[in-house]
């Protein structure tokens, strides 16, 4: 079974902080992305990898950074919190990009 | 431009009723994909269909099943005999050439199946 595991389930930061959300996966997926998720917004895309040290941006990367050293670890970077970026924070990997996607559990981050 | 729309923000029913979730999208691209996926209350997203644009056939796994129809640009979900484990957000999700296969997701339909 496909794992993608992220670090924190929960997450409280203060506003000016620099956070880090980590993702690992476990299947040797090219493809890992990451999304915020605000309610009646649906997910929208923040940033995604199709490989090692390869990043694109997705459509709302401001305030955002990503880092991909290892295949299976894809990193997601508030250099300097703020209060609109309190929200859920998926992670997901995939084979192919029009394949399934697999998801991690979700951050919720609060920034105070 | 692409888009995905989910018109029904939440939906609430009784158990053992039938309901079914809208899904209208958007593509200019003749091959594309559609997915549904489905968020319990624990927050992981877990994927239920993958279907593409050259695949019209209605799917039925249990008590889901899925109705595409290119000619209105809708891919429904019904879920029959629902359950109080049904209670979830359920998002739709297109991909297609333009949107260099990344996922164009719908704003989700709460489900609440009360028992």
């Known amino acids: 079974d496909v794992k993608v595991t992220q670090s924190s389930r929960y997450l409280v930061k203060r506003t000016g902080e620099k956070v880090f959300l980590e993702c690992v996966q476990d299947?040797?997926?090219?493809?890992m992305f990451w999304y915020r998720q605000d309610p009646g917004l649906g997910l929208r895309l923040i940033y995604f990898?199709?490989?090692?040290?390869?990043?694109e941006k997705g459509d709302i990367p401001e305030g955002y950074s990503v880092s991909r050293e290892k295949k299976e670890r894809f990193s997601l970077i508030l250099e300097s919190a703020s209060t609109n970026q309190t929200s859920m924070y998926l992670c997901?990997?995939?084979?192919?990009?029009?394949?399934?996607?697999?998801f991690g559990q979700g951050t919720r981050l609060t920034v105070v | 431009a692409q888009k995905v729309t989910q018109a029904q923000t939440e939906i609430s029913v009784v158990e053992k009723e039938d309901v079914t979730l809208d899904c209208v999208y958007e593509?200019?691209?003749?091959?594309?994909?559609l997915f549904w996926y489905k968020q319990p209350p624990s927050g992981e997203l877990v994927f239920l269909i993958r279907?593409?644009?050259?695949d019209e056939q209605n799917e039925i796994s249990g008590r889901y099943s899925w109705n595409f129809q290119k000619s209105t640009s809708s891919f429904n979900f019904t879920i029959t005999a629902s359950q109080v484990v049904d209670s979830a957000v359920y998002f739709c999700?297109?991909?297609?050439?333009?949107?260099?296969?990344?996922?164009?997701w719908g704003a989700g339909t709460k489900l609440i199946i009360k028992p």
């Open positions: 999700a297109l991909s297609d050439a333009d949107s260099n296969y990344q996922l164009i």
């Open positions: 593509t200019r691209d003749t091959t594309y994909y």
């Open positions: 299947m040797d997926h090219e493809n």
């Open positions: 279907r593409n644009s050259f």
């Open positions: 997901a990997s995939t084979l192919p990009l029009n394949t399934e996607a697999f």
């Open positions: 990898s199709y490989d090692v040290k390869m990043k």
